[in-house]
């Protein structure tokens, strides 16, 4: 039987219990919300620190129980959400032998697994949201993950899909890293490349960020899965080909592992235009690079390969740095326009 509870006030109509010595709740609790597939099978994430679980409760998500190490804590998050909740008043020590964080903050929240279409986002990231999408491809990092998904919030995204390939953005090491971008921006997660498309808006152009040298574009248009790395950039200079996509493109060789088409795409790079139509961009991850679908994808919506230079003999880019790199052009881009659209119809062209 579970020890005797002991009930104490804090504030007007804010009650929380003390764990007595021998609670394993928190314990148990965390090691299970480090587990997928009790995240997946019981519907619950684990939340640490006031920043990430007030920016949970200001967009809705459901606050299960509050782990908690001094009363303090409490008064700076909403109450309202808090008198919901099951609040559980535990040793610092306790909290940090189980952190994930280097500097515990003595705050660890259970949520019910937050669902973007039920989450209510800041009403300035909504103002600021751009016709851009983001689609991660076999990113695997969860730091890496993380920092996409705050360039994507930063960079006024639309919102994220994620295909299968990639970590669960509800890994704590995903969390930490994206600092409350989960709760800013649509994340849809473990998409099939079937179902993709209808999560993107209609007549919308998907480009892919790609390393591959774009002199040599005309004649590779063929490549084993995993031989294309997104976010990095050629080894040379010379002007991207512009490639027309072809109808029929090359297909592999029968030998090869996956016997897939690989279209021809036009090459740009990513400062030159792009932006014309709503647009989604695909970043692949640093091991297995761009899906063959990515680039079918592309090829269906007539998108472009975006190609980031950098100095000969330089290893391929980091996909977050890429990712920032592309997404934040991409806002200049159609901030430029808006604006140009804006003088134009202050005054027209007679």
């Not at 890496?144 to 994507?152: E, P």
């Not at 509800?170 to 473990?190: D, Q, S, T």
């Not at 690079?289 to 330089?314: F, M, N, W, Y």
């Amino acid at each position: 039987p579970p020890p005797a509870v002991e009930r104490s006030s804090a504030g007007p109509g804010l009650w929380y219990e003390k764990a007595a010595p021998g609670d394993r709740r928190l314990g148990k609790v965390v090691v299970i919300a480090r587990s997928k597939k009790f995240r997946d099978h019981h519907g619950k994430v684990l939340l640490e620190g006031h920043r990430l679980i007030k920016d949970a409760l200001e967009a809705g998500a459901v606050l299960q129980t509050l782990f908690f190490s001094t009363v303090g804590h409490l008064k700076e998050l909403p109450e309202a959400e808090l008198k919901r909740a099951n609040l559980v008043k535990v040793k610092f020590e306790d909290i940090k032998s189980w952190s994930d964080l280097v500097t515990p903050q003595g705050l660890i929240g259970i949520f019910s697994k937050p669902s973007h279409s039920k989450l209510s986002y800041p009403a300035a990231q909504l103002t600021s949201s751009l016709p851009l999408l983001l689609i991660c491809d076999n990113i695997r990092d969860p730091g890496n993950l993380g920092t996409i998904l705050r360039s994507a919030a930063g960079a006024g995204c639309e919102k994220v899909l994620l295909t299968k390939g990639c970590v669960d953005p509800w890994e704590p090491k995903v969390l930490r890293a994206g600092m409350g971008a989960h709760f800013r921006l649509p994340i849809v997660a473990n998409l099939d490349w079937e179902s993709l498309p209808s999560n993107l808006p209609a007549g919308i152009q998907v480009c892919v960020a790609d390393n591959r040298d774009p002199s040599t574009q005309a004649e590779t248009v063929s490549l084993p899965r995993g031989a294309s790395q997104a976010g990095s950039a050629p080894g040379n200079l010379n002007p991207p080909v512009k490639s027309k996509p072809k109808a029929a493109s090359k297909c592999q060789d029968e030998e090869e592992v996956a016997s897939v088409c690989i279209p021809e795409l036009a090459t740009l790079y990513y400062y030159e235009n792009w932006t014309q139509t709503p647009v989604a961009v695909v970043i692949g991850g640093e091991t297995h690079g761009l899906s063959p679908e990515a680039l079918q994808l592309a090829a269906s919506t007539g998108g472009k390969r975006l190609v980031i230079p950098v100095v000969p003999g330089v290893d391929s880019l980091n996909s977050a740095i890429a990712a920032g790199i592309v997404l934040f052009e991409g806002k200049r881009q159609l901030l430029q326009r808006h604006k140009q659209e804006d003088k134009r119809q202050k005054f027209p062209l007679v």
